[in-house]
């Protein structure tokens, strides 16, 4: 139903931490496969894949929406979920992720999904927080809150722009409010 792809920087905490929260949507039958997508070419996310049963992606570039492209480009699922490394998801993410797939499918209309941001308590608070959070609240969305959108919507939309800076806000502006839906479920960084 859902391919999963987070690209990462080659840190293995990271990518274990969104790993480990993604265990119970593996196990609830939502998750097909998860494609961890890594340019760095030092070998830990590939042991990573390996350890954890996922699919490695190599990828050309710098930019995180080659990162983004080659993982959409190689996923199997009509459904995707893009995930940044570091990324943990609230525990009913699951519930709530398979009712809006069911909800657009009995639609029949085009909607994507970004997850609610939520702070990390372990975090220091400091001006850029401060800045980031006014920002969630002008512009809406940005690309750490995830997206969960269909494969021929992304298709149609034009994925993301591999070269482009800043791919992430670009694919949330395309989307626009009207087709984008803000989940209940929180996601928090770590690391």
């Not at 939502?30 to 890594?38: G, M, T």
């Not at 626009?176 to 803000?182: D, I, V």
Request: some cysteine.
């Amino acid at each position: 139903m859902l391919s999963v792809i987070i690209p990462t920087e080659g840190i293995e905490q990271t990518a274990v931490a969104t790993l480990a929260a993604l265990v119970p949507g593996a196990a609830a039958g939502i998750i097909k496969e998860v494609l961890l997508v890594d340019g760095t070419r030092n070998g830990v996310i590939e042991r990573v894949a390996d350890v954890a049963g996922c699919r490695f992606i190599g990828y050309e570039g710098t930019s995180q929406g080659a990162a983004l492209a080659a993982g959409a480009l190689q996923a199997r699922s009509p459904w995707l979920m893009f995930l940044p490394a570091g990324a943990v998801l609230d525990t009913g993410w699951i519930e709530e992720t398979t009712q809006f797939i069911q909800a657009v499918a009995a639609s029949g209309r085009d909607r994507a999904a970004v997850f609610r941001y939520a702070r990390s308590p372990y975090a220091n608070t400091g001006f850029r927080d401060v800045l980031w959070s006014v920002a969630r609240k002008l512009v809406g969305p940005l690309g750490d809150q995830g997206l969960l959108i269909a494969r021929d919507h992304y298709d149609r939309i034009g994925g993301y722009p591999p070269q482009a800076r800043r791919s992430e806000a670009r694919l949330l502006r395309r989307l626009g409010r009207s087709s984008r839906t803000l989940l209940r479920s929180r996601i928090v960084m770590v690391g």
